[in-house]
Nanobody
């Protein structure tokens, strides 16, 4: 069945970096655009970044432009999110998602605090 497994979250200091990874299985990954979302406590889930199936098109939320980079490896069926210059407001659970489908991983917690 469709499965998404996120990893790489943790605690980072403001200004620091983390790299999230999502391992996908059960579908044709190389044909699927992929998203990273996040949900902070008390807030709605929001789209952070999207990447096209081939990786050539990438879109970002205004709040993360210039700091986060989404990438994918179709041979490994993984999609990553490199997060730099982290801010306390980046604290959230991060989820990967298959574009257009209500399929989610378990999420990975990112906490940015000094």
């Amino acid at each position: 069945q469709l499965q998404l497994v996120e990893s790489g979250g943790g605690l980072a200091q403001p200004g620091g970096s983390l790299r999230l990874s999502c391992a996908a299985s059960g579908f044709t990954f190389s044909r699927s655009p992929m998203n990273w979302y996040r949900q902070a406590p008390g807030k709605e889930r929001e789209l952070v970044a999207r990447i096209s199936s081939g990786g050539g098109l990438r879109n970002y939320a205004d709040s993360v432009k210039g700091r986060f980079t989404i990438s994918r490896d179709n041979a490994k069926a993984t999609v990553d999110l490199q997060m730099n210059i982290l801010k306390p407001e980046d604290t959230a659970i991060y989820y990967c998602n298959i574009y257009g489908l209500d399929v989610w991983g378990q999420g990975t917690q990112v906490t940015v605090s000094s």
